[in-house]
């Protein structure tokens, strides 16, 4: 549902309130335009998963960069010409196992690492989401399609904080020895929040 | 505050509406609120901590029926109204209509004098403190017992910084739960890992 027309009566359209809005930042003073065309270019174009793939197939191809990697995310990514936003002081890299699966999630809001694995998916940020992965982990990853053995345990990170997860998932076998590009090509968002193993 | 985004472990919730590489947007106005919002917190108009309480204090009706961009849009013209940029007047003359905007605040808080430094193994319980304004600590671990893992850099207290007041910097804890402290038996067993900051813990001794 895109408004809430049906909980406050005379409810402006979304469209109508975003133009408003839009209209007073103007009227404040703010270059709205151009601001605007920045950051919708960089939602985009720059807050892409491709960012995060690429860091992933190159921690399964680097020992040393999995290391540092570890050790200190957001020093690491730098490394690939990558940047996070001032506020994002850490990034938290987890590390799946074959008996290990991390999930992420936000269960206050919907933060996430997006300059590095893209902005949240919608589900991401939905009320389902938000309220039953951190209770009933293993039963929501099943409903989404990644049934895990009952070996595997399950960690669920809740962002809390201005500190920011990815997954590292498991390289598959089948890949070992593939060129650093064509392994950028099979990780997805899904694997770097945790819902889906690769 | 108890509020309706406290979300975790709330239950009656149906499947996660889940598709495979599922857009971050479906409309062009989505964008629009994204970039407007961001831009008002590169201009300097509100902090994070300011935005993300403004969703929280929507009215629970409306927090529930709208979409994430809504609420964003919702927090971005609250505040933009809270900050003297633009009356509720004004905006409703030019959206045409209603303009539903977040309840008033509840004062915050500065950090807790009696905080303590932890270390990794260090076991810390969740202080059962009940905050009325801005707050990062999820309902489903007040009170609750976990063991230390790490720590975070030091970042800005939120219970302050989302209220203008005066606080220190401090860090995060990141603290692991078993799902059977949190829930006990009624939840999948699992460990929950959530960074808490330094004035919401107390050891256990």
């Known amino acids: ?198 | 505050m108890d509020g309706i985004h406290d979300l975790g472990g709330k239950q009656g919730f149906g499947k996660v509406r889940f598709t495979h590489n599922a857009g971050a947007f479906h409309a062009a106005w989505e964008k629009r609120v994204n970039s407007l919002y961001a831009l008002a917190v590169r201009s300097g108009l509100f902090n994070m901590d300011e935005y993300r309480h403004a969703i929280e204090r929507m009215e629970p009706r409306h927090y529930l029926n709208a979409s994430y961009y809504e609420r964003s849009l919702t927090s971005l013209a609250t505040l933009c109204v809270e900050k003297g940029v633009v009356t509720r007047e004004e905006l409703e003359r030019r959206a045409g209509g209603a303009f539903p905007l977040a309840s008033a605040s509840a004062p915050g808080r500065t950090n807790v004098a009696t905080r303590e430094t932890f270390k990794p193994g260090d076991r810390v319980r969740v202080r059962s403190d009940y905050v009325p304004g801005h707050v990062r600590m999820p309902g489903y671990i007040r009170g609750k017992t976990g063991v230390v893992v790490s720590e975070s850099p030091k970042y800005p207290f939120p219970d302050a910084h989302a209220h203008s007041i005066e606080a220190e910097d401090e860090p995060t804890y990141d603290v692991r739960f078993t799902t059977t402290e949190l829930w006990p038996d009624s939840a999948d067993t699992a460990l929950v890992h959530v960074g808490v900051f330094q004035s919401y813990l107390e050891r256990v001794r």
């Open chain 1, 1 to 198: 549902m895109d408004d809430a027309r049906n909980v406050v009566p005379g409810i402006a359209s979304v469209e109508q309130r975003v133009d408003a809005i839009q209209g007073a930042l103007e009227a404040h003073g703010l270059d709205v335009s151009k601001g605007v065309a920045e950051l919708t270019h960089l939602a985009e174009e720059q807050w892409v998963p491709r960012n995060g793939a690429r860091v992933v197939a190159k921690a399964w191809t680097d020992p040393a960069f999995r290391k540092r990697l570890l050790a200190n995310g957001r020093d690491a990514v730098t490394e690939l010409g990558l940047s996070m936003p001032k506020h994002h002081r850490h990034l938290v890299v987890l590390e799946n196992t074959p008996t290990l699966q991390n999930v992420i999630c936000c269960t206050l809001c919907s933060c996430t690492a997006f300059t590095i694995i893209g902005l949240p998916p919608d589900w991401y940020k939905d009320l389902e989401y938000r309220s039953r992965v951190v209770r009933q982990s293993r039963t929501v990853l099943k409903e989404m399609g990644t049934e895990l053995p009952p070996e595997v345990e399950i960690r669920v990170w809740d962002t809390t904080a201005d500190t920011r997860y990815m997954v590292l998932p498991v390289q598959p076998p089948e890949t070992i020895g593939w060129p650093e590009e064509k392994l950028a090509g099979i990780v997805t968002r899904d694997g770097m929040i945790g819902v889906a193993r690769l």
